[in-house]
């Protein structure tokens, strides 16, 4: 089994892309509808934080994920930064017809790495699934939409427990024959290790060369972040995270928020990587979301800011005695 690889020295101006998924991931589970309005207003202040590159919203049945019912207002009444790279999930072709009409610049499919979560997720086997994605991936191609391919319970399954790491570079193999540019893996129960992650990357670099990879992790056990720190030893720079820490699949026992945004460009920064994300307006982003959505979220740097906020001694008691 491969093992974790040390942390090697940050070369000068190393950039990390940070794909924010909170307006689809995070947005999805919520049992309260939100607004349009304020989803339109929490990702143009997610874009004001810097943020280029997001995935903005679903294009699946409003039966079997009603929040995300109004993906083609979203997406009409968002403000576009120059440079941004709008993003959206597509379970089938119908979908991908809806998201391409809408003018996104890719989508992003899944299937699972495991046989019992892809039936779960989608009512499909993955050797079905990815029969299904053939025309998908023909029919956006013509149009121009980049293809992101999506391997859902990467690094281990709750139904099915061990996912072989030869059987998420197979998928992602497929995927490139496909048409894909980039493979994103995604940590659906946040089962992740960094062992578990070393092996999946360095599977699909063997099986599949040349394709991206990207990484999506949840934080259900508390070691998102050192998962981040495996997949940048291994010299992967793209990774999702979610405002606020939302998120969490609906058709997958056990699953919790994914990694939070402000956390990871916290880490990041102070690492000495170039993220292009101001993090004083990531926090007043999440604070926003965090409004909106109505209880606390679960990130931990919206609490206390960054490391070198400075208070007044004056405002803060002084021990007895």
């Known amino acids: 089994m491969a093992s974790a690889a040390a942390v090697a020295p940050v070369p000068e101006g190393a950039r990390v892309t940070i794909c924010e998924v909170g307006p689809r991931d ?34 699946v049945s409003p039966r079997a994920v009603p929040q995300l019912a109004d993906a083609e207002a979203v997406l009409a ?6 440079g941004a790279v709008i993003t959206a999930l ?48 023909e029919m956006l191609i013509r149009a121009g939409v980049k293809i992101e391919g999506g391997i859902a319970t990467a690094f281990g399954c709750p139904f ?34 960094p062992s578990t992650v070393c092996a999946a990357v360095q599977a699909i670099r063997a099986e599949a060369p040349g394709l991206g990879i990207g990484l999506h992790f949840h934080n259900t056990r508390g070691v998102g972040l050192a998962c981040v720190m495996t997949g940048l030893a291994e010299g992967v ?42 993090l004083e307006k990531m926090i007043e982003a999440a604070k926003l979301t965090q409004g909106v959505i109505g209880r606390e979220l679960p990130g931990q740097v919206i ?19």
């Open 26 to 59: 995070g947005f999805q589970i919520e049992a309260a509808f939100i607004p349009t309005d304020k989803k339109i207003e929490i990702v143009n202040a997610l874009f004001a934080a810097g943020l280029r590159h997001m995935q903005v919203t679903s294009f």
């Open 77 to 82: 009444g968002i403000d576009r930064p120059e």
């Open 90 to 137: 597509i379970p089938n072709l119908r979908g991908a017809e809806r998201a391409a009409g809408a003018g996104v610049d890719a989508v992003h499919t899944v299937v699972s790495a495991s046989q019992t979560h892809n039936l779960k997720n989608v009512n499909r086997t993955i050797d079905a699934s990815l029969r299904d994605f053939e025309a998908v991936c």
């Open 160 to 193: 099915e427990g061990v996912v072989p790491p030869e059987q998420v570079a197979k998928i992602a193999k497929r995927y490139q024959e496909l048409g894909a540019t980039s493979v994103g893996l995604g940590d659906t129960t946040g089962m992740a290790t």
């Open 237 to 278: 720079t793209h990774y999702d995270a979610s405002v606020g820490g939302l998120g969490g699949c609906p058709f997958a026992a056990g699953a919790t928020g994914n990694i939070c945004t402000e956390d990871l460009v916290y880490l990041l920064n102070e690492s000495g990587y170039d993220t292009g994300v101001d």
């Open 303 to 321: 609490k206390s800011g960054p490391r070198l906020r400075r208070y007044d001694p004056g405002l803060t008691a002084t021990a007895a005695g």
